[in-house]
């Protein structure tokens, strides 16, 4: 149509304005680091600038080879040269080939799909300062050590999960369910008025330690909790060996130059996470062990950690002190009060009640959408829904949800979205989960019968994902995408899923008793978010 190609070629043209503009002025235009729909514009010269001190400065890196621009096969050589040393290495490790064999295909790394993975930087504009912070963000999908890490981490994590998970938040709805029901336990009495709050802020997280350090912490951890001689039929030593190997051969390129991480590593690999969660629980284990805390709340989210203290403020500081003793290179503020800013909530002890409600940051900008990639139409719907979802379960006063709900709706007028857009999801929210009368009249009753439901909802939230997980497993879940911009999309979908499971049946009887599951999902051609 007409009115697309003219759109097409509006588009186009703006955006090689754009481009033109940024290269006449020397300017770069990135998205921030906190990954919402922000962009930073600043001079190309000093952002550069800024990266190659983050380079000089750092001790998280170490230089391995310069590659030259004019041998443009130096790259590929030294990728070529380190997967056949690392499959060199697995081998030497796992030991018999044929007995092995299928652990040796999922950890060994094949050249033709595996790529050196490259840093960059993103600008971190939640320091609010005059110096620019930058994050550093290193891609790692296809990298020598993805399949090994992807073996170690549906290996390993289960058992490390057994013994951490009831000290872990999985995210902020996790924290506050937990919160809540803690508090609720006992008839209500566990929340004195003298009750505090205390938060630790782990400041050189995820890169806190050598590779030595975190792997004596694991040799621990395997030696005290561990009990089977093996895991999936591999020695508790040669797991080992292979995270010892996993940790040693992080390396990215940079700039014509290739590094490899001295401490810690990617965190865009689940194993790493795994690891930083082992380590710290071993750091922190004489804090969450302690007698003292044997009957209060406490937990830990990634660099931050929270718990109740009923007790004298020097018992405290002595635990601390211990525990900086015994780590050296563990770096963490502490803040104690009646309040507490976690995980995006606000939390406040009022005289031995508990006051929940969203927290937004005065250091992120406000009214802004997350980025996401896709079709942003329907992930922004999503994300509104969960949205208004968290602020319920945030707010323990319906004045507080309501003032949540019109911020999140201005926050939608201020990225364009329609009001017919906004109003048509507050409906189905309400509706949904039987709440229709607050939409005109804030009723405690009825909102404390809301909070109920929508913390019971989390129940079937984790079931619907764990069924998905075990489809997947079992390769019985299908996600496909298809470019979308406009017409009758839940017409095609339903017609091309009609089509697709037709085709995909099979004549074997595990198939016809558990038929394919097919979940179509659209995105657009552009990458950005409007």
Excluded at 424 to 448: M, P, Q, W
Excluded at 507 to 529: E, G, R
Aim: proline letters at 3%; hydrophobic letters at 35%.
């Amino acid at each position: 149509p007409s009115g697309l190609y003219q759109r097409a070629v509006y588009e186009h043209n703006l955006i090689q304005t754009i481009q033109e503009q940024l290269k006449h002025y020397d300017l770069i235009l990135r998205r921030t680091a906190d990954q919402r729909n922000v962009f930073y514009l600043d001079d190309r010269s000093y952002f550069e600038q800024k990266s190659h001190e983050y380079m000089e400065k750092t001790n998280i890196f170490q230089l391995c080879e310069i590659i030259y621009k004019q041998n443009t096969q130096s790259q590929q050589e030294y990728l070529t040269k380190t997967i056949n040393s690392l499959n060199q290495d697995f081998e030497m490790i796992v030991g018999d080939r044929k007995k092995f064999k299928d652990i040796l295909n999922r950890i060994c790394g094949k050249i033709e799909q595996t790529d050196l993975p490259y840093l960059y930087f993103l600008p971190d504009i939640s320091q609010r300062e005059n110096n620019l912070f930058l994050q550093p963000i290193i891609t790692t999908k296809k990298s020598p050590t993805s399949r090994l890490a992807s073996y170690l981490e549906q290996s390993i994590r289960p058992i490390i999960q057994a013994f951490i998970s009831s000290n872990i938040f999985r995210n902020g709805t996790d924290f506050i369910q937990k919160l809540n029901q803690y508090f609720e336990d006992d008839n209500g009495k566990r929340l004195r008025p003298t009750t505090k709050f205390v938060t630790i802020k782990i400041l050189n997280f995820p890169h806190m330690v050598s590779h030595d350090i975190m792997l004596n912490a694991f040799q621990d951890f395997l030696r005290d909790y561990i009990i089977v001689p093996d895991i999936e039929n591999l020695s508790l030593g040669k797991i080992f060996r292979l995270t010892s190997a996993f940790l040693h051969n992080n390396r990215f390129y940079y700039n014509n130059k290739i590094y490899r991480f001295v401490k810690g590593g990617p965190m865009s690999l689940p194993f790493m996470e795994t690891l930083t969660n082992m380590y710290l629980f071993q750091c922190f284990k004489s804090l969450s062990q302690t007698t003292v805390l044997k009957n209060e709340f406490y937990g830990r989210y990634k660099d931050q950690i929270i718990f109740t203290w009923n007790e004298q403020f020097d018992q405290l500081n002595s635990i601390l002190k211990t525990i900086r003793t015994e780590n050296i290179n563990l770096k963490f503020d502490m803040n104690i009060a009646s309040n507490a800013r976690f995980l995006n909530a606000y939390i406040e002890n009022q005289q031995g009640t508990l006051y929940s409600r969203v927290d937004h940051n005065c250091k992120i900008q406000p009214y802004t959408l997350p980025y996401v990639i896709g079709h942003s139409k329907v992930s922004y719907s999503h994300w509104f829904r969960l949205a208004l979802i968290r602020a319920v379960r945030y707010c323990t006063s319906v004045t507080d949800f309501n003032q949540e709900r019109v911020y999140l709706e201005v926050t939608w007028l201020a990225n364009g979205y329609s009001l017919k857009f906004i109003e048509k999801r507050i409906n189905h929210f309400y509706s949904h989960f039987g709440a229709v009368s607050l939409r005109t009249c804030l009723d405690e009753n009825v909102y404390k019968k809301l909070r109920h439901r929508l913390f019971n909802f989390i129940h079937e939230q984790r079931n619907y994902l764990k069924n998905n997980e075990e489809l997947d497993k079992k390769n019985e879940r299908v996600q496909l995408t298809y470019l979308y911009e406009f017409g009758p999309k839940r017409q095609f979908n339903q017609r091309l899923q009609e089509i697709l499971s037709r085709n995909l049946k099979t004549t074997s009887t595990s198939s016809k008793t558990n038929p394919i599951k097919i979940k179509m999902m659209t995105k657009h051609q552009h990458s950005l978010n409007a």
